[in-house]
């Protein structure tokens, strides 16, 4: 693998340096002044702001590097990673958008609360919190792999850049300026992958030769992936799309319900191009670095290209890690200080605002510590989106099968998926399972039990 000289390197982190300084000081100008500009952008963003702003943190720095990533070892079946989101956020628009905004809240815990009461949305805001706060650990240390790659950087000096820069982002900004910047960022990560994509071809001199020489399975519908997985990644995407804090929060954000559906719409469109280009890149990888370290899959091309393209792509890449961190950590801020903060210590607008830009630092660089622990990218990213399923699971009850739906099973249904999830994952998924079934029919099981134990009761009691 080429290595960049010490004038290249100097050349893209100038290019880096003055996009970030660009795009930090549109983040300030476009910044809301009002806890309400910060939180849902006051309800004023257009469709095709919020359209690629939903469809930005689903290209990010887990998608970019994690599917790469699978592609480079198990095949472009690696690409259903991101493709689920197509089917993702088409039924999101059809089936969930119109009653979360509806519900007049920025936060799913909000929705729930009106479904199910007090205490079932605290336990959905801690369970989101948590997955939430995983997304942003692997965001660090996806987003830290790029910079790697790009400077030549040990891990964890990059992994503090990223958490610096992502922070000042949100942290003047709010929903917002984010989602006026992500244009900007999803426009650069966009065609960042596609010149990528281009140099990789470029590389392998076509795409007839990768495939005569890598074993079949690269290019199957399944490859070493697997159905089952691919069911999995599907179930969960749909799951976490439906359940997710700071999807719901720009949803939130849309001028009315039916330019919401629009850019939910919008949004899938965009990822099937997507998709299929970082898988190839992944296996291109695989063709022509055989040996190296599968995290650096996607990345590696930048050694290969002019210096002026590779600081291009560098800055793209970089973009999504910048997005990804601040979206999530908005999410992350906007749970903690609507469900807590806010009922516990009741602020006027200005303290609000001030205790959410404090509480955005903390959640800024707390990954900070968790991040080196990060596992496989593309698994925790999916386990977290498990997790958040079972949300999705639950909603879906108290929407349409109320029959079903009480405070106490869905409590049980909540707490008692977490932990069953949680531990299936760090067991490895025993018996080849996967956690994210567990996230599926885990609660739909701990429900029913519920219901059934209340009506034995009940008919006791009677007789």
Known sequence: MAALEFTDKIIILSIIAIYILATGYLSIRWSGKTNEDYMNASKSLPTF?????????????????????????????????????VIGFTLYGLFFVKRLYNSGGFTISNAIRQKYGKSTALIVSVIMIFALFLVNVNNYMSGASVIVQILGIKLPTAMVIVGIVSTLYFFFGGMKSVAYVSIIHTFMKYVGILVILAV??????????????????????????????????????????????????????????????????????????????????????????????????????????????????????????????????LGLVSLIVDDFYVPMRKPNSKQQLYATRIIGVIIGFLPLLFAFMTPQVLALSFFTKAIRMSITVVAAVGFYSPFFADTKSANVALIGTAVWSTTWYILGNPLGIDNV??????????????????????????A
Not at 52 to 67: D, H, K, N, R, V
Not at 208 to 221: A, C, D, G, Q
Not at 237 to 258: M, N, P, R, W
């Open 200 to 329: 990789a071809l470029v590389m392998s001199h076509g795409i007839h030769p990768i495939i005569t020489t890598l074993p079949k399975f690269y290019f199957s519908f399944t490859g070493h992936v697997g159905l089952a997985t691919i069911i999995g990644w599907i179930l969960t995407t749909i799951g976490a799309i439906f359940s997710t804090q700071f999807l719901v929060q720009a949803i939130s954000s849309a001028k009315s319900q039916k330019s919401a559906q629009k850019a939910s719409y919008l949004a899938a469109a965009l990822f099937i191009p997507l998709g299929l280009a970082i898988g190839l890149i992944g296996v291109a990888a695989r063709y022509l670095f055989p040996h190296m370290d599968s995290l650096y899959a996607l990345p590696v091309f930048m050694s290969h290209m002019n210096v002026w393209m590779a600081g291009f792509v560098a800055t793209a890449l970089v973009a999504s890690v910048f997005v990804s961190v601040s979206t999530v950590a």
């Open 437 to 462: 079934y567990i996230s599926l029919f885990a609660p739909l099981i701990f429900m029913a039990i519920c219901k059934l134990f209340d009506l034995i009761t009940n008919r006791r009691k009677e």
């Open 49 to 85: 702001v919020l359209g690629i702003f939903l469809m930005s943190e689903y290209i990010g720095a887990q998608s970019t590097i994690g599917t790469s990533q699978t592609a480079f070892q198990s095949g472009i079946a690696a690409s259903w990673s991101v493709l689920a989101a």
